[in-house]
């Protein structure tokens, strides 16, 4: 193995960081090291900016008529191609709206109405529960729909298409183990077989370039607040095809998608395009704070993001297993960068207990259940001297046994 670098050239690939500017515009708290931006990204001070103008004076002063004034009407579409920048799609073919649950309950509905001759939904059975949870529900909603589940019912997905399957369901990234997709290669196999596929990105946006366009794919939804940075909650979004705009029914059939929501009609017209995917009234304050959030982000260099991610990933592989491999952390991630998120998940008997001490001292990860130790990295504000010094303290925390203490071992709800 290569000798482990030291902190003279950890600091100098810092200072070699061609993102290393965007750091400062992100609020992080001293003496903290946040590997946890896969669960809830920091907030960037334009963020703070926006929620106080559109709190104090737009809706302060402006009152109902910020409605018109301040264009809160139009921010799910114009927020919505702000995304769609970051993940492939042209103007017109995104929304933001709602949450990725429920966005998955809508566009799975919608596929399956495309597909009125078939009868199956493929999924992945590790995938993010809410996933597997809003699959089973809607499902239940179908006479005669069934699901089929990658590692249950087949190895692989493309094991379980055939003329029967409607609609695939798949994350672009493993949730627990941080493995990518190819999300071409998946998309034509699944179109060939004539079935639809709905991609949940909320592992990617915002983490690695994405072309859901250049992929041919169907549809797509997935959350903010993680690499994008929009605040816990923050609404989530819905990518269709332009293709399918004409298409597209959905039971969730809201006023805002109504084609004329201010004639007040008694009766359902659906709105054209991607706006029959709305619902009901927008939370404007939180699609304020992402619009600050998102406003950085015409200035990020995705292939240099995406080279970041990688060489932060590799190297905290790299010292996490030189330090650490002797206590019982057992890598849980791929080594190939190529098929590996914004990452990286350790395994450990007491995986719960070690990341509560982790926290206690200073380095946010996260904990999966039953032993994933998962660690994110949000290229635009977390350094290689955090990948650096968060090995040290999980080596230290390991050698020392620290981790034992007992106050570790009290389960909270969120970890």
């Known amino acids: 193995m290569d000798s482990l670098p030291d902190l003279a050239a950890i600091e100098a690939m810092d200072e070699n960081d061609p993102l290393r500017a965007f750091r400062s515009r992100f609020a992080l ?3 903290v090291i946040y590997l946890d931006g896969n ?22 002063n402006g009152l109902i008529r910020s409605w018109n ?20 799609a042209a103007e017109g073919q995104t929304v933001v709206t709602d949450s990725t649950s429920i966005n998955i ?3 799975l509905h919608a596929a399956l109405t495309m597909r009125p ?4 939904i493929v999924a992945e059975g590790d995938s993010f529960p809410t996933d597997l949870y809003m699959a089973e529900g809607v499902a239940s909603t179908r006479p005669g729909v069934t699901l089929r589940l990658e590692g249950r019912d087949a190895d692989t997905i493309e094991e379980l298409i055939d003329e029967s399957v409607a609609v695939v ?9 941080g493995e990518l997709r190819d999300m071409a290669a998946l998309t034509k196999r699944i179109q060939a077989a004539g079935a639809l596929v709905i991609w949940d990105l909320c592992h990617s946006a915002g983490a690695l370039p994405v072309d859901l366009d250049g992929a041919n794919a169907d549809f797509a939804v997935g959350c903010s607040y993680k690499y994008l940075n929009g605040g816990p909650g923050a609404p989530a979004f819905i990518y269709a095809a332009r293709r399918h705009h004409t298409s597209i029914v959905q039971p969730l059939s809201g006023w805002w998608s109504h084609a004329r929501p201010f004639a007040f009609e008694r009766d359902f017209d659906g ?33 240099a993001l995406r080279q970041k991610s990688i060489a932060l990933t590799d190297l905290f592989i790299r010292l996490v297993e030189a330090k650490c491999g002797q206590y019982g952390v057992v890598l849980d991630t791929t080594r190939d960068s190529e098929r590996r998120g914004s990452q990286v998940s350790f395994t450990h008997s007491n995986g719960y207990e070690v990341m509560q001490a982790l926290i206690d001292s200073g380095v946010i990860g996260d904990f999966r259940a039953p032993s994933t130790l998962r660690f994110g990295f949000t290229p635009l504000y977390v350094s290689y001297r955090d990948v650096w010094r968060a090995a ?11 981790w034992k203490d007992a106050r570790f071992a009290v389960r909270s709800a969120v970890t």
């Open 69 to 88: 004034s301040a264009g809160w009407f139009h921010l799910p579409l114009e927020l919505g191609d702000s995304i769609g920048r970051l993940i492939g």
């Open 117 to 120: 001759d078939r009868n199956v």
């Open 29 to 31: 708290p001293a003496g």
């Open 39 to 60: 669960s809830l990204g920091a907030a960037s001070h334009d963020v703070f900016a926006e929620v106080r103008q559109a709190a104090m004076e737009e809706w302060g």
């Open 392 to 402: 040290a303290v999980l080596e230290d925390i390991l050698r020392s046994g620290s």
């Open 169 to 177: 369901l798949v994350n672009h990234v493993n949730y627990k183990n």
């Open 271 to 303: 709105d054209a395009g991607i706006k029959r995917f709305l619902c009901g009234t927008q939370p404007i304050l939180s699609l304020r704070a992402l619009k600050g959030a998102l406003s950085l982000w015409d200035e990020v260099d995705m292939n």
């Open 105 to 107: 309950y809508k566009t």
